[in-house]
């Protein structure tokens, strides 16, 4: 009879605890808090992936319903990062980490969408309370890298353009010079710089150009002026648009260079016949 009464004393005991406190014959903190932490370095064609994402999903027991619990910070391709859970609904599962990465097989080269990668990271055994630690460290990552001209595109082109501005034989400084990103039929750009001129018409550019497209480009310059209007008293197309890179520009490491020498903006722009705009005599 005493010993009855033990028993039934530690089992309310027991029951009675708070939940960091429980001791569980169970693999899944049933009722009770636990902490996980992972770390790694996601890595596509030897170098750090810098464009993915990490999550952290948690699955039942069937492993078909999954939903995000937590989403891993990623610096450079690295991640390291605790989070702190809990099993409230008292039920069997596993997580799962979802790796969303544009891995090809080119370094320079990204994917215009998401390939996901999916590794388990623990599904039973789990460290229950505040105090203990799920730990999974999956060091190095090595992403499966896509190999397709249509899905991967250029990241970045690396070029050198330079050239003079020049109007009826003199330097033409007050005008502006955008850089313009466009598709390979050229028919669609996107603005990507202002060039700035120099006081003897000259200008350079030699910065990376981030593929904004996301696609295979080309290269245009449009050229705001009134070289024409101011002698002919008329107004022309505006901007001038001349070709920079007229086929795709080259990827890699490859540096995309031109040199237009001395850009006549009377000979390519204005008219030979003087037109007067309507209203003047």
């Not at 996980?36 to 370095?41: D, E, I, K, Q």
């Not at 107004?235 to 520009?249: A, E, I, R, W």
Request: charged share 20%; proline share 2%.
């Amino acid at each position: 009879m005493l010993e009855k009464f033990f028993i039934i004393v530690l089992s309310l005991n027991i029951l009675d605890a708070t939940p960091s406190d429980k001791v569980f014959s169970g693999r899944y903190c049933y009722g009770d808090n636990y902490t996980v932490a992972v770390n790694g370095t996601l890595y596509c064609n030897g170098q750090p992936h810098k464009h993915g994402r990490v999550e952290v999903k948690r699955c039942d027991e069937s492993g078909i319903a999954c939903y995000n619990v937590f989403n891993v910070p990623l610096h450079d391709g690295n991640f390291n990062y605790t989070y702190q859970l809990n099993n409230k609904k008292r039920v069997d599962f596993s997580l799962w980490t979802y790796i969303h990465h544009k891995c090809c097989k080119n370094q320079y080269e990204i994917l215009s969408y998401e390939e996901t990668e999916y590794k388990k990271l623990q599904d039973d055994n789990f460290q229950c309370g505040q105090h203990l630690m799920n730990v999974k460290n999956y060091g190095l990552i090595n992403l499966a890298a896509k190999e397709s001209n249509f899905y991967c595109y250029c990241e970045k082109y690396i070029v050198y353009i330079s050239g003079k501005l020049q109007c009826f034989g003199q330097p033409y400084t007050s005008g502006r010079v955008e850089l313009m990103l466009c598709n390979k039929f050229g028919n669609s750009c996107q603005k990507v710089a202002k060039i700035h001129i120099k006081r003897n018409g000259n200008f350079t550019y030699t910065k990376p150009v981030s593929n904004l497209k996301k696609s295979d480009s080309t290269m245009k310059l449009h050229i705001y002026n009134r070289c024409c209007t101011s002698y002919y008293e008329t107004h022309y197309q505006n901007p001038l648009s001349v070709d920079v890179f007229k086929t795709t520009m080259a990827c890699d490491n490859v540096l995309n260079a031109i040199n237009f020498g001395t850009i006549d903006i009377k000979k390519i722009q204005c008219s030979q016949r003087q037109y007067v705009r309507v209203g003047r005599k």
